[in-house]
């Protein structure tokens, strides 16, 4: 018999037989990990099985490449505290199933795992918005999808970025991408460190991650963003695609 337990978070739960779940966690030493929980579905596991929420978990299986069995204990009700927050708990709902769908099964992701909890400790707080951002820039880059915006692609003037190239990930400084603005993906300011992040330039970060998130990770694997993922887009603005 085979057995591990390691910290997570809740990524995924999804209904299996009767009254089980299959419930995928991202843990601190195995990545993203899967498992079956007896009576998932049922009230006393409901509460604690919420994307977002810290558990300690325990899993056992006969083989390696089976699914096996999870035991959860709860160690941090995230999601219930934003039930009356409809923006942050999109939040956490988005990095749960951006991690679920993201990440390659049973391959172990600290800074991705450790990210996380940044985040949602971040939640807490006012600038959770552009921490998310930050968040999915880390997870690119944890993936080998890193963006290079310390530099400007052309060789204009770096303490003047203003744009990315939607092609290769690379930052554009103003003068040397005007022309091509229309072509271009703008830098949001707070990622260059100009300033701390308001409205629009988070919804520029959300397109900005959203698009290479697409065309690195999710197309690739003939997806689209996940669902949660296009709700806080809507959530924090219609620009947000």
Known sequence: MLEWTDEGVVLAVRPHGESGAVVALLTERHGRHAGFVRGGQGRQLRP???PGNGVSATWSARLAEHMGNLSLELTAAHAARY???RVRLAVLASAAAVCDQALPEREPH???YHGLLALIEALAGTHWAAAYVQWELLLLRD?????DLERCA???ANDQLAYVSPRTGRAVSLSAGEPYAERLLPLPGFLVGRGE?????IVS???LTSHFLAQYVF???NRDLPAARKRLTAALGPRAT
Do not use: F, K, W
């Open 48 to 50: 604690v099985l919420q």
């Open 83 to 85: 039930l009356d927050d």
């Open 110 to 112: 600290p800074a991705c």
């Open 143 to 147: 993936l080998g999808y890193g963006l």
């Open 154 to 156: 052309a060789g204009g």
């Open 197 to 201: 992040g308001g409205a629009e330039e």
């Open 205 to 207: 970060g959300l397109q």
């Open 219 to 221: 197309h690739p694997q």
